[in-house]
């Protein structure tokens, strides 16, 4: 197979720039790779997720989904599996990605945000999330589902997002790999659970969140959009705090949780939270109070 | 190449100060849902009165939970050990010695018997072949016709695809709600789709919530509107059901004996995962086809997954090596549920117990369907652990 391996990626590269001007979903074809078989092709559209994946749809829903394209193929005798989710737009599908990812390894040789594990390759190109899973868990399997994956990201010929620049801030940046993107409900409960309470009563929200270690404990900091005014304030609310008028740091400490917050705008903030005592949590505060006072 | 940490960088440095969260939310707007109570059917439950087997069933409270370490391996179910798990089960669940005996019990062999298994997740993470197979063989040996015995879920592709044929369980029935025929298709030569006849209007969950669905998405849900109607499998072929669930997360809620059935008996589901899926999962248990045939619930932790669910993601698919069984699905949902936080903060999933993961639990206990009080499920556990020299 590792012979095989070069052929592989001189027939991905030669096809991907035809397929790219078509313009097309990305896709493999039995001609990208030498001796791959396309055991299944299906399309999923809008709602008709639900038939894939049943109620897994419904996070894919709620961030904004397009189109699924599923394949199953098979390379000597490796069995791949391969979704293509089409989002509504690249923070989508990173937030899917983000939410998805777990005990990750990173691979350069793909030039986005990606997670490789034993038995999966994710990856995340522009408004497309793709999931490649092996099923025998070995190298070789690795191995070839990373070199799909690599085609199907140059198919998808697309521009990365950007995220806000609080996470370049010093203090964060080193904890990129921790950001997710949450949209909604389930986003919530997938992404930050601890949280979902806070969001009960709001209606229309999303964020970027970070997680910072600090010893055994974390601290959560997150920049929050919220749809409406009276969303903002459902949140404040949520928190024990009155809205506040202008920029200024207030926090509440409940059942030995500490929340902070700085309102940026009418419909967005930046928040803060960690277990009372965490040590760490002054630091992060500070750097966080900096960026908004800038 | 550029790692992710390189990728991150260089949109940091790349003058993006101003980017700040794009403004995808208007479509959220459109599908966020709210808390306010939303009116359902459940009132006409009181309608029906309960009968012996009527959920919580013969054993309200308890739970048994096997544990075997040689019941997976590499990935290899081992059908042998599995078997073992669901016999000394429920041997010590019924507390007979005789586990025909302890079958008999549930069912009688002139009875229908309908075997409810997840198999949204293919392979990797839907009920397995092996439990199923080790629960008709007992079922057998306890006097049961196999051509008494029925496999269902609601879509016939979902069964295949994990391995529910009829090559692999001959004389059983498959049965399936959603029903896609060889050539592909949902819809029959009359351009009926064949959910369509699958279904019992006499039985419906109905709730305020209007389903609709563009064309791909009908033949999952076969109608629209604000009724849900029961499949004809639980209310007219079955006489008895034996619910065989995974052990899934559902965010940082399970998906286990009540999603099972609820979700798994109904049309037009859609609708109601975004507004009432705590309600939809305890209350359409609550209705007779349900309430009343489910005798037993055997849960299929021996893999199975605590983030990700239901879909089954690689990362997050764990090794339980444990089935719980009991008759009270709200019992064994509640131990379940503890098992899968237990993973999932020990996996840093979560930091802590969020009491709205387990919201369905206290409304199906106030329907009467089971036990949801930690303190009052009496969990009996057999480790069934291989001691080498």
């Known amino acids: 197979m590792k ?32 001796g791959m078989e396309v055991l299944r092709k299906d399309y999923f559209d809008g709602g008709s ?3 894939y994946i049943d109620g897994g749809a419904d996070v894919y829903l709620e961030y904004g989904f397009k189109k699924l394209l599923v394949q199953e193929v098979d390379i000597n005798n490796i069995n791949l599996k391969i979704d293509i989710y089409e989002m509504n737009d690249a ?25 490789v594990t034993r038995y999966q390759v994710q990856a995340v190109s522009g408004r497309y999330y793709i999931s490649i899973v092996n099923q025998r868990g070995d190298k070789e399997s690795g191995r070839l589902a990373l070199s799909l994956a690599q085609e199907l990201v140059k198919k998808t010929g697309e521009q990365q997002f950007q995220y806000p620049s609080l996470f370049a801030r010093e203090e964060l940046f080193k904890y990129q790999k921790n950001i997710k993107f949450v949209k909604g409900k389930l986003g919530v409960q997938n992404g930050v659970p601890e949280w979902e309470d806070l969001f009960s009563e709001v209606k229309s929200f999303s964020f970027y969140v970070t997680s910072v270690r600090a010893g055994k404990e974390s601290i959560n900091a997150a920049q929050i959009k919220f749809g409406s005014e009276d969303d903002l304030e459902k949140f404040y609310s ?50 966080l109070d900096n960026y908004v006072k800038e | 190449m550029i790692s992710r ?75 042998s050990e599995i078997d073992k798990m669901v016999n000394d089960g429920l041997l010590k669940l019924t507390g007979e010695t005789d586990i025909n005996k302890a079958w008999q019990g ?7 018997i309908g075997l409810k298994v997840n198999p949204i997740a293919g392979v990797a993470l839907s009920t397995s072949v092996e439990i199923v197979t080790a629960v008709i063989r007992q079922l057998e040996n306890a006097g049961i016709p196999r051509k008494n015995i029925v496999i269902w879920d609601r879509r016939s592709a979902d069964l295949n695809d994990a391995g529910f044929t009829e090559g692999k369980f001959p004389g059983i029935k498959i049965a399936a709600t959603e029903i896609k ?28 919530v209007d389903g609709k669905y563009d064309a791909e998405t009908l033949p999952y849900m076969v109608n629209e509107g604000k009724f849900s109607y029961f499949s004809s499998i639980c209310t007219k072929q079955v006489d008895k059901i034996i619910n065989i669930p995974v052990m899934k997360n559902a965010g940082s809620s399970v998906t286990l004996c009540l999603k099972n059935l609820a979700f798994g008996s109904i049309t037009n589901t859609g609708r109601l995962h975004q507004k009432l899926w705590s309600e939809t999962c305890a209350e359409v248990c609550a209705f007779p086809p349900l309430r009343d045939k489910v005798v037993l619930n055997i849960v299929d932790g021996v893999k199975g997954c605590f983030n990700g669910g239901p879909e089954a993601k690689p990362e997050f698919i764990t090794e339980y090596k444990t089935v719980l069984i009991g008759t009270d699905p709200v019992a064994v949902d509640r131990i379940g549920y503890e098992i899968i936080l237990k993973k999932r903060i020990e996996e840093n999933i979560q930091k802590a117990d969020t009491p709205k993961g387990r919201k369905f639990l206290g409304l199906a206990q106030d329907l009467k369907l089971g036990v949801a009080d930690l303190e009052k499920i009496k969990l009996t556990r057999i480790n069934q652990i291989t001691i080498t020299d």
Not at chain 1, 99 to 112: A, G, T, Y
Not at chain 1, 250 to 256: A, M, P, S, V
């Open chain 1, 3 to 34: 012979k095989l391996l070069p052929y592989i990626f001189a027939a991905l590269l030669f096809n991907s720039a035809a397929l790219l001007a078509q313009g097309g979903f990305p896709e493999l074809t039995a001609s990208d790779v030498q």
């Open chain 1, 49 to 51: 997720l639900w038939g």
């Open chain 1, 91 to 115: 923070e989508s599908a990173f937030g899917i990605f983000s939410i998805f990812s777990f005990k990750c390894n990173n691979n350069d040789e793909l030039p986005c945000a990606n997670c």
């Open chain 1, 238 to 287: 949520a928190i024990g705090l009155k809205t506040a008028s202008d920029n200024s740091y207030h926090q509440t400490i409940k059942e030995g949780v500490v929340c902070g917050l700085w309102k940026l705008n009418a419909n967005e903030v930046i928040f803060i939270e960690a277990k009372a005592g965490t040590s760490g949590f002054n630091r992060i505060q500070k750097a």
């Open chain 2, 5 to 79: 940490r390189k990728f991150f960088k260089s949109l940091a440095l790349g003058g993006i100060a101003a980017t700040v969260l794009q403004p995808p939310l208007k479509s959220v707007l459109a599908q966020m849902g709210t808390d306010d109570k939303v009116a359902t059917n459940i009132k006409d439950v009181e309608k029906y009165p309960r009968n012996k087997y009527s959920m919580p069933g013969r054993f309200p409270g308890k739970v048994v939970q096997v544990y075997n370490d040689k019941c997976i391996a590499d990935n290899k179910f081992n059908g």
């Open chain 2, 106 to 112: 549930f069912v009688l062999p002139t009875e229908i």
């Open chain 2, 181 to 208: 025929d060889k050539a592909g298709s949902y819809y029959n030569k009359e351009g009926k789709l064949y959910g369509e006849e699958m279904i019992d209007k006499e039985w419906y969950y109905w709730a305020d």
